[in-house]
């Protein structure tokens, strides 16, 4: 069944009367200016589009577009201000077998919305064609975009010199006492003064924000008593998630999350976003028609050659955004140059980035998307992240984006979990990783803080989860426990699960603090996912992209029972935050430092003392080594244009069960040696003092850094 058409003099419930003008092509989506409002809606497929003012009490009001320029069907209303909530019908051909799908009966959200309100009830109209979709679907708004910015100022920290925190918006504020109530859960709870002075007194210098872009609840979740907590389900990839706004009035979401950044930035913190380009919330062929398939199914999606009634998946999820069409990339490149220009974030997480670079199977780092993030004044200019990896054949390229981009270092988490877990013969891959991936990152001119270093991350055991599980436990979730990764390198230190037996627990710590200390002393880009400082659980469950509850939040009583874990986070984070020879602009080279020195920048010994030989890197110990870091061998500039002179480490890292004595390097390399960093001690220090060539205990499992004094 096909709507009835308006008549010919629109009019809305709350303006009357609606003057129609021809407008312009040029920006997509709804554009208040002050005056009135520019409708822009791309479609080479459509016959026909018609505009749909939606009233306060449901009702719609058709406006067709009559004005087409390069298939963007547009018009200017000068009686439409923000609040006004709206949506599209296109008509043109409906053949899914030839991936045409226009449907008129659905009211269908502006892919360039900037706010949306209401919410989807899972109708059959959703799914069914000639089924008006009106009323069960939400709608979008047209927003205020003026806003007093005040003296905002992008922090603009290199990268060098970043702690990226990864956290979700509800999980963070959702059971804090210090959050009042009405503010849990959303942006203003985010930007309450005591998250701020939790991430400040750990020394976060950015802020990486789970998916805010507004996406869709799953209905197959709904149904099962769940929700879709983690996000990555977009449909708005210009809007700010609306749940997650304390205001209640439509399009008001957007000025909160302004507000939220701009109190970020007072505060020197980096605000990064978690997008999800890859994808919709469409889903697949069977997946319910909202906006993108109803408006152009073939320029927005992949769709498979020879049977495009069904869509190309690289990503899990039911199809594949089409970044080969122009519009669509478009689209991404207007999206993300509007986050940095009108919502000031500083940066980007790019979920399933290799998906963004296949141009038509194989994935390409040349690829149109790359050319034109490279190329583009503002976008370019940020920080680009990319997970490099999608679940299509040949999607895992680590090591192989191009030179502007940083790259979540996959090799990185496995490596370092491998090593503290005991398993043979990882030195060398160790060693690499510690140092920054040169062998992954150099070749093409990137640098060591191109390694984005991290454990743990949202997709995965916590890190309190990593030393007490050997399996995956996701019941709760409902898939029988047969979703989630089965592969998890982790080591439940002789317990499965919650135990009362203190050597368990003292050794879960010290496990704890090793990968910790191991993750901010590394050259690269430390990320931490929220709440690891604190010890926090998810019960064994390593998928909780379902589970919205206290079993995902961030539980902040764990700050006084866990204080210790605080305390040593923030020791171990402060001690690279004040020594460079931690976070180098340069890769290690190993030669002198200076002609007449034969001091290298780095060295590496075996716990008796001795600088490693190829044998011993080769040889079945595996587990122990001691590495000199030369803080007088940075030799290159701060931000000032200073040459950098820094105090010089030796971090003795012991994965053996029992305990080893680490010879300390002769006088030449320094004569004294304070502790500055023991992961034996539940806060991570003592002060011990030791001289060159001595004997030093290091407890097994654990790592000793020291600072040379003399």
């Not at 505009?51 to 067709?64: F, K, M, Y």
């Not at 007490?468 to 989630?484: I, L, P, T, V, W």
């Amino acid at each position: 069944m096909t709507p009835p058409v308006s008549d010919s003099t629109p009019e809305t419930a709350e303006t009357g009367p609606l003057g129609v003008w021809p407008g312009h092509a040029y920006p997509l989506g709804a554009t208040y200016d002050g005056a009135g409002t520019n409708f822009s809606l791309f479609s080479e497929v459509a016959d026909r589009v018609e505009l749909c003012l939606i009233a306060r009490d449901g009702t719609e009001s058709r406006v067709p577009l009559e004005e087409v320029d390069g298939f963007v069907w547009h018009a200017y209303l000068p009686a439409v201000v923000p609040g006004q909530r709206y949506g599209y019908r296109v008509y043109g051909e409906f053949d899914p077998e030839q991936g045409l799908r226009c449907d008129p009966s659905k009211l269908l959200l502006d892919p360039y919305g900037k706010a949306f309100d209401g919410s989807f009830d899972g109708h059959e109209s959703l799914h069914t064609y000639g089924i008006d979709s009106l009323g069960h679907t939400m709608t979008t708004v047209v927003i205020n975009p003026f806003f007093d910015w005040a003296s905002d100022r992008q922090p603009k920290r290199p990268y060098h010199e970043t702690v990226i925190y990864e956290a979700h918006v509800k999980g963070m504020t959702a059971t804090h006492p210090g959050v009042p109530a009405e503010l849990r859960g959303t942006y203003a709870g985010l930007a309450h003064p005591v998250i701020i002075d939790h991430l400040q007194s750990l020394g976060v210098t950015a802020i990486e924000l789970m998916p805010v872009h507004q996406f869709l609840q799953d209905q197959i979740l709904l149904d099962k008593g769940l929700r879709n907590y983690w996000g990555y389900n977009t449909f708005g990839f210009l809007a700010p998630h609306t749940d997650y706004s304390s205001a209640v009035k439509p399009g008001a979401t957007v000025s909160e999350f302004k507000a939220m950044v701009r109190t970020f930035h007072e505060a020197g913190i980096e605000v990064i976003l978690d997008v999800v380009y890859n994808h919709t919330a469409e889903g697949n062929h069977l997946g319910p028609t909202i906006g993108f398939r109803g408006i152009d199914n073939a320029a927005y999606y992949r769709l498979v050659d020879g049977d495009p009634e069904h869509y190309m998946d690289y990503t899990g999820t039911g199809n594949s955004l089409n970044a080969r069409h122009p519009h669509t990339l478009q689209l991404i490149m207007d999206s993300l140059r509007y986050w940095v220009t009108e919502m000031h974030v500083d940066g980007f997480r790019f979920d399933l980035a290799s998906t963004l670079a296949r141009e038509l199977h194989d994935v390409d780092r040349l690829s149109a998307f790359f050319d034109l993030v490279q190329q583009d004044p503002i976008v370019s200019q940020v920080k680009l992240i990319a997970e490099p990896w999608d679940v299509g054949e040949g999607g895992y390229q680590v090591g192989n984006f191009p030179g502007l981009w940083t790259e979540w270092n996959g090799k990185y988490r496995d490596t370092v979990r491998d090593y503290w877990r005991g398993e043979p013969a990882t030195l060398g891959e160790f060693a690499s990783r510690f140092t920054g991936s040169s062998d992954l990152y150099k070749d093409d001119g990137r640098r060591p803080s191109a390694s984005i270093n991290f454990v743990v991350a949202h997709d995965g055991f916590t890190l309190r989860d990593l030393v007490s599980y050997n399996e995956k436990h996701n019941e709760a979730n409902g898939e029988d426990n047969r979703d989630g990764e089965s592969h998890n390198r982790s080591w439940n230190c002789g317990v499965e699960g919650p135990t009362d037996d203190p050597e368990v627990l003292e050794l879960r710590g010290r496990q704890s603090r090793n990968i910790l200390a191991t993750l901010m002393l590394s050259q690269g880009t430390p990320m931490v996912a929220h709440g690891d400082e604190l010890g926090r659980t998810q019960q064994g469950n390593n998928n909780v992209y379902c589970q919205d509850s206290e079993l995902s939040w961030m539980d902040w009583s764990l700050s006084e029972k866990n204080s210790d874990l605080l305390d040593f986070t923030r020791n171990v984070i402060a001690l690279r935050r004040k020594h460079p020879v931690f976070r180098r602009r340069r890769f290690f080279d190993g030669r002198p430092i200076r002609s007449r020195d034969q001091q290298r920048d780095i060295a590496w010994f075996t716990p008796s003392g001795e600088e490693m030989t190829p044998e011993d890197w080769d040889s079945g110990f595996g587990k122990s080594l001691a590495v000199f870091l030369n803080g007088e061998g940075i030799q290159e500039p701060n931000q000032r244009g200073e040459r950098v002179v820094d105090d010089s480490f030796v971090l003795c890292f012991n994965a053996h069960h029992e305990a080893l004595d680490f010879t300390l390097p002769s006088a030449d390399y320094g004569t004294e040696w304070t502790v500055a960093i023991d992961t034996a001690v539940p806060d991570g220090l003592s002060g011990n003092v030791h001289e060159s060539g001595a004997e030093v205990p290091v407890k097994g499992r654990s790592l000793l850094v020291l600072r040379r004094t003399a």
